[in-house]
């Protein structure tokens, strides 16, 4: 199984990462493009480094478990590799391997559980997803999937623990497994899909059961218009908790009429 290199993956215009926004404003993706400026963060890189270190770690629990090949060995160069760099830049310690472990046993538990059950079950590990039939140009990396008859996981790993994030409804996960049933679809009648965030830093493991077809209404009358919409630039700004890492917040007027508008209320609130 070929090893991701997750600091290099390149992004679409209308990412699944940043779903909530330009689903949610519209204009904002072009807007970014035009006018945006992509930064990256020591944040950002400790938690590439903490995804690098959840693959090798679950490639060897699966390897143990007959579920792919990948034999100790390898395990040993790559995890070599990833402590190394995290070294390096100051982030290794027992909280980043403490939170890859229990990642790691979230995902062999599913294995396990469906495997119970079916004879033939797949797991994906940074499974790359084309997602063009619903979004122009897009394409997506899911960290950990494994699906049978029946059903269908999609796991998604935080490291960060600024905000709890939520996998009811969550967009950038409905989206992923849209990409995952394109792929295990066709070889698996399934019906049932659940949506699983992984956030062991502020001990966030959340769950989001839905159907498949469920995701393919979500899709048809959500997903696809407004992708259509955000792809030509199209459509109103909106402000919201979308906007906190929008890259042309500064400059958003609706942003600043809605921090007016709060303003306000807030100034009468006191006043009353």
Known sequence: MAKVNHSQRSHALLAPSSASRW???TPSARLEELYGERRTSPYAE??????????VMLKYELGKLGALVY????????????VAKALDKGVYGEEMVESAEEYVETCTALYKELKETNSYVDVFIEMRTDLRAYIPEAFGSIDFCVASDGHLYVV???????????????????????????????????DQVSLIIVQ?????????????????????????????EAFEGKGELQAGGWCQFCTVK???????????????????ATVL
């Not at 034999?71 to 990833?82: G, I, N």
């Not at 062991?200 to 992708?227: C, F, H, M, S």
């Open 23 to 25: 689903l949610n404003c």
């Open 46 to 55: 400790e938690g590439t480094i903490a995804h690098e270190l959840c693959e």
């Open 71 to 82: 034999d100790t060995d390898t395990y040993e160069e790559e995890k070599e590799v990833v």
């Open 156 to 190: 998604d790993f935080k490291y960060g623990k600024g905000i709890s994030v939520a996998a009811e409804m969550n967009n950038q996960m409905m989206i992923y497994a849209l990409g995952a049933l394109q792929r295990c679809g066709l070889e698996y009648d399934i």
């Open 200 to 228: 062991p830093r502020i001990k966030n493991l959340d769950r989001y059961d839905t159907t498949v077809a469920g995701l393919v209404d979500w899709a048809n009358e959500v997903l696809i218009p407004r992708a259509k």
């Open 250 to 268: 500064a400059r958003c007027k609706a942003l600043y009429e809605e921090q007016l508008k709060m303003a306000a209320l807030n100034l009468r």
